[in-house]
């Protein structure tokens, strides 16, 4: 067992119609992973709409969409979308193809144009998928996909329009029903399919199976393709099979999957004019050429066998350019062309000659009104082609074949047989044709070991002439070598091994066998007089031409016995009795004469009547009937007399009506004829306008799809926005250009004095509590130049709003209307009203404030700092704080401080430094950081003071009291006073140096020493 990985090469194609767009967007949405896969997606699009597939397909899935154009490599995990109006197609390298629609007025078949192109170009890798539409497109291009190998899937019945996926399931070419999100999983399946072993046993056993049920010797096709059909179905099968052993066995068992296998081995796919290049060479040098020979030999039929016709466009097709041809030369000759097949189903299909439109898509115009009839939906062949064609059963590998034919064509069929049955076959097609027929191949065949039997027309359609011959001899020898096979080949020895296994299953045959031998001579006829049943020994009274294929008992038996069983047959039909006759001599050709007696009576009898006629041929007397019976003697001419004298009756009375019904018609015959020219000019117009209605209607259906789920999508757009607008507590007014209200609101009737009513009505018919005397002017202001205003306006209340007046702009930038937000401020105006309070009093006092961020940088600034640093706002914005005011605070302790107040601390002190002009500076400092509403430090503000000048008066009172206190113990004695001003100078003096520099504490010193040295000398030291 092995796994594929060919999934990686995978194209998927999907077409759809109407009702398609949710199937598709089920579809990707199940679609998980899309990496070894490209998908090609074909809708039946209108020109005239904008198709919204790529936007509403990318909410369903994340891989790339794109619109295709022609000549783009196909990349995995990519979808391509056909745009309207365009056919797409694959070619060999994956690569993109478009072409426009034809100009015709016929209807487009764009999905079966994509599948056709999948199954030439990627065999059994194709994959199409039929989703929701009406009409059949894609039937066509399932089928070739079907026959290529490839896996064909329809959507079930949860199809909102089922036509197209149905039209498929009917004609048998679809492998799965599924829902859309059912198909993603299968995918995977499909391309991860096990691979299985196949013995020579097994495959005989198979072989048997299908012979049994088929009548067809699969032995004797091609191996490799047969094991991958095989393959194929039991990786279709719900079951999971181990081996082919299994598989076998469960053939065995279940004969309804013999008929699948058998559906999948025969698949027919034919299409009228296929390969029109080919049929066009027919047409132009092929049919002139023989029904002129026709006429030059006063030759009165054209024979024509189409072999493997499966459900008969080619047969039909070829009868059309002969009927043409005929036409053109003016000659009247009979066209016989005996289409068979294999399969029983399809000739049954054929012979009724009914096709649906998309069919007959590939049929020319002129020949679709010169040889259809419309039945409603579908359009049946005309009788005038129909009884060229007579449909039949027939094995071509091992029935007998037509004679005197002047053309054999056999399409696409030898490609699956084995090489020696392939030869074998084309001997028989050789003996078959006169010399100088025609043989019509498919464009992949060739002619193997018998190019030298044949004339080569056209090597690239593959059109032959066949050459003069021992027909009889070539026959023979290669039916020999046919049988024989190549010797010791895997395929001769697998037929070998085949037809061994088969001998032993005859014994299945031997109770038909044995009734032949215990049936008299007898033949079985049907309602037309048709032979469907002889016994072997009525053989020797019947005359079967070997060159048709069915036959009427009067064409088989000589005259004199075809009146007697005429005129039985006639007495039967009447009377539902038997009819018998005695001693009829017959006489043959070959000088036999035999004296019968003749028994015809009814079989198969029903309550309604019965459905066969029997007649029994006796030599002797007729006693095996075992019953009494009145026989009449048997005397020709009475019969005949009695026989002319009954159809002259008839005939007079027929004349008489005819006459009469002649008569009548007459008056009114021109009349008719004239009209039912008109209707049916009327009805071809009609037919073509109702084809264009319905491409239209599926056109419609698909763009009105779209649009709905857009206005989902609008809808829901529009619930966001109205929820939006209303909790956010804004008041809004919407107008167009002529200021009618369009939409506003709930918050927008506190401020005008609105109603759901005034909806329409122009904005200045509105009252509103604003002092807002230019608002009409503004409107006109903003609509005329788009821009936005903004302006602060009272109320009559007191109240404080924001209003804002913006252009209203449409999608494509085009101004529409306006838009009108007021929003209340009263809060901020009172808490801007405060803070400018607060902040002029800081300004009063004096103080100087600087704010920085967490880094260091000034960030604001006022003016009473900006005139202490010597630098404007601006210029300070930005600059480190150490560094402005000529880097004086690097020196102070400053930064410790602001370090400290980022970290979370307060810190407020004096600090001294030299100010810009080099003079000493006291200023009292209040650093503190700064939080946002979380409590998270954002910045740090320092508010400063500067006390210089009230330091320097503290200072001059300080040596005032000093001075005063000196003063007034001067008086005293210099004995008493020695002591208390040395205490004094002692205590004072420090004190001065430790706040003041030396500078200013010396004077003081200087004079109490100077003062004491007066008084006493020796106080000094």
């Not at 719900?238 to 698949?267: C, H, T």
């Not at 005309?382 to 059963?393: G, H, S």
């Amino acid at each position: 067992m092995t796994i594929d990985t060919k999934a990686s090469t995978a194209i998927i194609g999907i077409g759809a119609s109407a009702g398609g767009l949710e199937a598709i967007e089920q579809f990707f949405h199940s679609m998980e992973d899309g990496q070894f896969f490209s998908f090609v997606v074909v809708q039946h699009l209108s020109p005239n709409y904008r198709s919204y597939m790529p936007e509403l397909l990318k909410k369903a899935t994340d891989m790339d969409i794109i619109t295709a154009e022609d000549g783009m490599t196909i990349s995995e995990k990519t979808i391509y979308l056909c745009p309207p109006s365009f056919y797409i197609t694959v070619d060999s390298n994956r690569k993109i193809k478009l072409a426009p629609y034809p100009s015709s007025r016929s209807p487009h078949f764009p999905i079966d144009e994509l599948f056709e192109s999948m199954a030439h170009q990627l065999k059994e890798k194709a994959v199409g998928i039929v989703f929701s539409g009406n009409g059949s497109d894609g039937t066509r291009g399932l089928k070739s996909i079907r026959e290529a190998g490839g896996l064909c899937i329809a959507q079930d019945d949860s199809a909102k329009y089922r036509d197209m996926p149905l039209s498929a399931r009917e004609e048998g070419v679809v492998d799965f029903v599924l829902s859309p999100d059912e198909i993603p999983q299968n995918l995977l399946s499909h391309f991860n399919y096990k691979s299985y072993i196949f013995s020579d046993d097994i495959l005989s056993e198979i072989f048997f199976l299908l012979n049994k049920s088929t009548n067809v010797d699969f032995s004797q096709y091609k191996l490799n393709s047969v094991k991958r059909r095989i393959e194929r179905r039991m990786n279709l099968c719900e079951r999971k099979f181990y081996s082919a052993e299994d598989y076998k066995q469960f053939l065995l068992e279940n004969p309804g999957e013999v008929k699948k296998l058998k559906e999948d081995l025969l698949i027919g796919v034919t299409h009228f004019f296929r390969d029109k290049p080919a049929f066009e060479y027919l047409e132009k040098e092929v049919f002139p050429k023989l029904v002129e020979e026709k006429k030059k030999n006063h030759s009165k039929s054209i024979r024509v066998w189409v072999a493997a016709c499966s459900t008969g466009q080619e047969a039909y097709s070829i009868a059309m350019l002969l009927n043409e041809e005929l036409i053109k030369q003016q000659m009247d000759i009979q066209v016989q062309i005996f289409a068979t097949d294999v399969d029983k189903n399809a000739i049954k299909t054929a012979s009724l000659g009914r096709f649906n439109k998309q069919i007959i898509a590939t049929v020319p115009q002129s020949f679709q009104t010169k040889y259809f009839e419309r039945d409603k939906e579908d359009y049946v062949i005309k009788k005038d082609i129909r009884k060229m064609i007579v449909f039949a059963p027939h094995n071509i590998t091992k029935d007998s074949p037509f004679v005197d034919l002047d053309m054999v064509s056999c399409r696409n069929v030898l490609i699956y047989f084995q090489p020696e049955l392939q030869q074998r076959v084309l001997s028989l097609f050789h003996f078959a044709l006169k010399e100088n027929g025609y043989l019509f191949l498919g464009p992949s065949e060739t002619l193997g070991r018998l190019s030298n039997l044949f004339g080569t027309l056209n090597s690239k359609w593959n059109i032959f002439s066949n050459t003069s011959m021992d027909r009889g001899q070539i026959s023979n020898g290669l039916a020999k070598q046919a049988r024989g096979g190549a010797p010791g080949s895997a395929d001769a020895r697998l037929a070998e091994k085949y037809t061994s296994y088969k001998a032993y299953n005859h014994a299945n045959d031997f109770p038909t066998m044995l009734l032949d031998e215990m049936l008299e001579a007898c033949v079985i006829l049907d309602d037309e007089s048709e032979v469907i049943f002889s016994s072997s020994k009525a053989q020797q009274y019947l005359s079967f031409p070997k060159n048709k294929s069915n036959f009427n008992i009067h064409h088989i038996v000589p005259t004199s016995l075809s009146v007697v069983i005429g005129a039985a047959i006639k007495k039967v039909k009447e009377t539902h009795e038997e009819a018998s006759f005695e001693n009829i001599e017959v006489r043959y050709k070959d000088h036999r004469e035999y004296c019968l007696n003749l028994v015809v009576k009814p079989v198969f009898k029903t309550d309604s009547g019965f459905r066969n006629i029997g007649i029994f041929f006796e030599e002797k007397k007729v006693e095996f009937l075992k019953k009494e019976y009145k026989a009449y003697p048997y005397d020709p001419e009475f019969l005949i007399h009695q026989r002319i004298n009954e159809m002259e009756q008839e005939l007079y009375l027929t004349k008489q009506h005819l006459q009469s019904t002649i008569e009548e018609l007459e008056t009114s015959n021109e009349e008719l004829q004239s009209t039912n020219e008109e209707l049916i000019a009327a009805n071809e117009e009609l037919q073509s306008t109702n084809e264009e209605l319905q491409s239209v209607n599926e056109e419609l259906i698909t763009v009105n799809n779209e649009y709905e789920k857009k206005i989902e999508e609008l809808i829901q757009l529009n619930n966001d926005m109205d929820n939006l607008l209303i909790n956010t507590k804004i008041a809004t007014i919407f107008l167009d250009k002529e200021f009618h209200i369009k939409q506003f609101t709930p918050e927008a009737t506190n401020v005008f004095y609105l109603m759901e009513r005034d909806i329409g009505r122009p904005i200045h018919h509105i009252s509103h509590v604003l002092k807002y005397e230019n608002f009409l002017r503004d409107l006109e202001d903003v609509l005329l130049n788009p821009y936005t205003v903004e302006n602060e306006v009272q109320s009559t209340t007191g109240k404080w709003y924001s209003i804002k007046i913006m252009p209203y702009r449409t999608s494509e930038n085009f101004i529409e209307g306006i838009v009108i937000t007021v929003q209340d401020i009263t809060e901020l105006k009172v808490i801007d009203k405060n803070f400018a309070m607060s902040v002029n009093a800081l300004e009063q006092m004096g103080s100087r404030i600087i704010v920085t961020d967490m880094e260091g940088a000034v960030t604001h600034a006022n003016q009473s700092f900006c005139d202490f640093a010597g630098s404007s706002e601006d210029e300070l914005t930005g600059a480190f704080i150490g560094e402005i005011c000529g880097g004086h605070f690097q020196n102070t302790g400053f930064l410790n401080h602001w370090q400290i107040a980022k970290e979370g601390s307060r810190w407020n002190g004096e600090l001294s430094y030299e100010n810009t002009s080099g003079e000493e500076t006291c200023e009292y400092l209040i650093i503190a950081p700064l939080l946002d509403e979380n409590g998270t430090i954002v910045q740090v503000m320092t508010i400063g003071t500067d006390i210089t000048d009230r330091r320097k008066e503290q200072e001059h009172l300080f040596k005032s009291e000093v001075v005063s206190m000196i003063t007034q113990v001067a008086i005293a004695e210099q004995d008493s006073i020695k002591i208390p001003l040395d205490k004094i100078t002692k205590r004072v003096v420090p004190s001065i140096l430790t706040s003041r520099s030396n500078e200013s504490a010396n004077p003081v010193e200087g004079a109490i020493s100077q003062w004491l040295l007066a008084t006493d000398p020796g106080a000094v030291k």
